[in-house]
Nanobody, 120 residues
């Protein structure tokens, strides 16, 4: 059974930085992509950033040039470095993994979420 464990959320002032980390455990035949989504109160969950198995990254326009996603293939971890944080970045952040199982079926896995609050 695949499990994702997130860490690194918290309260930060506007302009500050936070680093989120996610570690995936359990058997995955092949990890296709890892990433981070977020959901603010009253809003839909949205993609923040993702990175493929080949290392290609994708960012939401709202976080480009402020957030950086990185991945350690050997450890199955994905980090999100968040700089120049704004109050509108406040949300619950979820780690996401899309991976193939031993039958080569693709599955989506989610972490439990970590709260990020940007406020003075």
């Amino acid at each position: 059974q695949v499990q994702l464990v997130e860490s690194g959320g918290g309260l930060v002032q506007p302009g500050g930085s936070l680093r989120l980390s996610c570690a995936a455990s359990g058997y995955m035949f092949s990890v296709m992509a890892m990433g981070w989504y977020r959901q603010a109160p009253g809003k839909q969950r949205e993609l923040v950033a993702s990175i493929t198995g080949g290392g290609s990254s994708n960012y939401a326009d709202s976080v480009k040039d402020r957030f950086t996603i990185s991945r350690d293939i050997t450890k199955n971890t994905v980090d999100l470095q968040m700089n120049s944080l704004k109050p509108e970045d406040t949300a619950v952040y979820y780690c996401h993994v899309n991976a193939r199982d031993r039958r080569l079926s693709r599955n989506d896995y989610w972490g439990q979420g970590t709260q990020v609050t940007v406020s003075s």
